[in-house]
């Protein structure tokens, strides 16, 4: 969901200017922060209750297909200038260049547009992009200082900067007031036209700059699969940084991301970790039953679109890849509805050469948790119908596969919660096992014009647990 408001010049080959006004504010970003004895209170009562068992959560509100997010940004004007959300969710930071030193405020930057740069900023999570879809990728960061931050973004004929504007978003869970970020929060959809393949972003006054492709331009390349990193934050930090030297443009996350979704210092440490793959990767992280009673949090930290009744439920179209991500804790999977919306999904990705289907918690699986049978029921025979290429989950902390009707599916749970050991395989489902490992791990996709070679990585050692194809 798109909440919050900047304008930007953009900066033609020709020299023309136009300014871009602000993306619409959508979604629903709500309440006050509560006084600091309401907040331990609550701290307390949501840890409690979160540590319990998976949860309904209670954040059920329509929000529909948002893939129209870019078209909000339009409109004539002049020079660059922050605006002011529109607000009933947000509190915007009441910066301009006149309220800042002058020493501070004196640089007008490389290009001599007079755009003054706003003081340096710090931060409490470093800037991340999300959904990487033309047109309408976004850019969000924390900075520990209410100042804006001046983004400069180029591509084959034409370039432009833009100022996001700080703001304090507000929360609740249920009606109940949640605590707001320690920081300032920033985001916003970067204002290139969609059919720009790829474009770079400098944050001058941050310290950050990146090449972006567009998956949707160019071949697929590398994927990662990972998941259930909570917890061992020292575990969780030796997948991060394996996983940041493969240089995978897209990494899926398949949930529990930190012990409790509802504790905002858990997700500090979770950026603190993952913030440079956040940087350098596309990160589509599934909802899992730790993040429950954080949906607010969640929402806000990551985005999708193509969406049913809330943020994830998502469906992604990345050029030769189409991914279906399943919330499993809000969402009824013997509806009518949620399964004619998996049905639209997956006839809309029907040209992809390769379709993921990703959750939380596993259809097959022989660990602690038992299999999803609900899914089985009711979504297993949609996956068939659609000729799905892989199933992806997590949940149980170790690394499975199975083969059932010849669709692979991966648990993949090592990213640093406390290892579950593989159960011995009993029952009907035995048959399906191929193979299963209590480790550390990470799962890397190469994409071939044919196959995907997939890789088992122990992240403990270091070494290839296994390898097979996906044709
Ligand atoms: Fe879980």
Redo the contacts with the bound molecule.
């Keep these: 969901m798109a909440h919050s408001c900047t304008s930007s010049r953009t900066l033609h080959a020709d020299g023309m200017a136009e300014t871009l006004a602000p993306s619409a504010m959508a979604g629903a970003l709500r309440s006050r922060v509560v006084g600091r004895a309401g907040t331990l209170v609550l701290i307390a009562l949501v840890f409690a209750a979160m540590t319990s068992a998976?949860s309904q959560s209670g954040d059920e509100k329509g929000k529909g297909d948002d893939s129209s997010r870019a078209e909000d940004v339009a409109a004539p004007g002049a020079d660059v200038v922050t605006l002011v959300p529109d607000g009933t969710t947000l509190e915007p930071a009441d910066w301009n260049a006149g309220d800042v030193a002058p020493d501070a405020a004196a640089d007008s930057g490389a290009d001599g547009s007079g755009t003054p740069v706003p003081p340096p900023a710090t931060f409490y999570k470093t800037p991340w992009l999300q959904w990487p879809v033309p047109g309408q990728v976004t850019f969000l960061a924390e900075t520990k200082e209410e100042v804006p931050l001046l983004l400069k973004l180029s591509w084959n004929g034409g370039q432009t900067e833009l100022q996001t504007v700080p703001v304090k978003l507000k929360f609740d869970f249920m009606g109940i007031e949640m605590p707001t970020f320690a920081g300032w929060f920033h985001e916003v959809v970067l204002p290139v036209p969609v059919e720009v393949p790829d474009f770079d972003i400098e944050v001058v006054n941050g310290g950050f700059s990146r090449h972006v492709e567009l998956p949707q331009f160019i071949p697929l390349s590398r994927m990662i699969l990972f998941g259930?990193t909570r917890t061992d934050h020292a575990a969780h930090q030796a997948v991060a940084d394996l996983i940041l030297a493969e240089q995978s443009p897209l990494v899926l996350q398949t949930?529990?991301l930190t012990e409790g979704g509802s504790i905002l210092t858990n997700w500090d440490k979770f950026f603190e970790i993952e913030g440079p793959m956040l940087w350098s990767s596309f990160y589509f992280p599934t909802f899992?039953?730790?993040e429950a009673f954080g949906e607010g949090y969640f929402e806000a930290l990551f985005e999708s679109g193509n969406n049913h009744l809330h943020e994830r439920n998502w469906w992604v179209d990345l050029g030769d890849l189409g991914i279906i991500n399943i919330d499993q804790y809000a969402t009824n999977w013997a509806s009518a509805e949620a399964l004619a919306w998996f049905e639209d999904a997956a006839t809309k990705l029907a040209d992809k050469q390769w379709l993921f289907v990703t959750m939380?918690?596993p259809f097959y699986t022989f660990s602690n948790?038992l299999p999803w049978s609900l899914g089985r029921t009711h979504v297993q025979p949609l996956i068939e119908k659609y000729g799905v290429d892989l199933v992806v989950s997590?949940?149980n902390h170790l690394y499975e596969r199975f083969e059932v009707n010849g669709i692979p599916y991966v648990v993949t749970?090592g990213g640093g919660a406390p290892l579950y050991g593989p159960d011995e395989a009993t029952g009907g489902d035995a048959e399906y096992l191929v193979v299963a490992a209590s480790m550390h791990h990470y799962v890397r996709l190469d994409f071939g014009p044919n196959v995907i070679h997939v890789t088992v990585i122990n992240s403990d050692t270091n070494e290839v647990f296994e390898e097979f194809d996906i044709e």
């Design positions: 998976c259930d949930g529990d899992g039953n730790h939380h918690e948790h997590g949940h749970g």
